[in-house]
């Protein structure tokens, strides 16, 4: 009887014992496996493959645009950024087609796409190599932001400006000298924004700046200081004709791609945002360029000004940066 009573206050005792606290353990990660360099070879193969499968599909697209466009109907701006780009991929086929053609030419391949990166067709481009373009545009905006924050003197008036333009400038600056900026009105800084020309603005601003310009609005900034204007002003011209395009068509008619193109071309925060801020910093970028006129170089300087930070909108970023000119400026 003893025994069974020991037993039964053992087993009793062993219930009423909690068990003792076990270190959770987290499971590794199985190691990824190393492809073999057949493997790499069919993976690139197949990769290639679908790129052309896709160009394929693409000019077959677009031969039926051109078709359109022979007929005398007018192409919406999703069907001409279609044809613009399937075009482009065409014509960047030569040269890569050479690498084909030529025996053991595809070994030098991967050193042409490091010195070109805009070489192959864009049906080519892997999601990887998309994403570090993205990260290096972006990383080359926040250092111009710091550029364009840093300089001084980055404007001159014009010399054949009115008398009474003159005045209403100089009223305007009297007003930001006396921190008496809540007494400027929005029409004041229209009229004194619309001041600033892009030839104007192109014209007066150092080399430093030029090239900081460039590199924002994604151009390479290679030859003089005249080639540069002259790329920079081409392109501000093709982004105003898409203005245009979008004003007419809406820009609650683009896709969240779409937008995310058309708001990174020019210069507005795409990272991190999401596509109502997008759409109405789109908007406010329409609003300015079109319908108050503001330059549209200008609209790009206040982009890179403000690049990285939270604005309530494109009129308060305008303000500020004709607020914060040096006295220099003025003189």
Known sequence: RDDVESRGLGDVYKRQTPPAPTTPTTPTPP????????EKIKHEAKH?????????LEIKISSKLLVKIATGYELTRREYRQLQRTISDVLRLFPFAMFVLIPFAELLLPFAI??????????????????????????SRLKVSEVIRSSKSL??????????????????????KSSDQKSIDRNQLFRVAKL?????ILDN?????????????????????????YRIRHKMLKIKSDDKL?????????????????????GIRVHTATPDQMRRWLQYWLDLTLREKVPSTLCIMVNAYF?????????????AVLCSLPEEFYH
């Open 31 to 38: 190691a990824e496996k190393k492809l073999t360099i057949m």
């Open 48 to 56: 290639y493959w679908d790129g052309t499968k896709l160009l394929g």
């Open 114 to 139: 490091k010195l070109f990166p805009n070489l192959l067709p864009s049906t080519y481009e892997s999601k990887l190599d998309k994403e570090k373009k993205l990260n290096i545009l972006r990383n």
């Open 155 to 176: 404007l001159k008036l014009p010399s054949n400006i009115t008398e009474e333009q003159r005045q209403d400038f100089k009223d305007f600056y009297n007003k930001i």
């Open 196 to 200: 600033f020309k892009d030839d104007l």
């Open 205 to 229: 601003i150092s080399r430093p700046v030029l090239i900081a310009i460039a590199r924002y609005i994604n151009l390479k900034p290679f030859g003089t200081d005249q080639i540069l204007r």
């Open 246 to 266: 979008i004003d007419y068509e809406g820009v609650d008619s683009l896709t969240v791609p779409e937008l995310q193109i058309a708001c990174a071309s020019r």
């Open 307 to 319: 690049y990285g930070d939270v604005y309530t909108s494109q009129y308060d970023a305008l303000k």
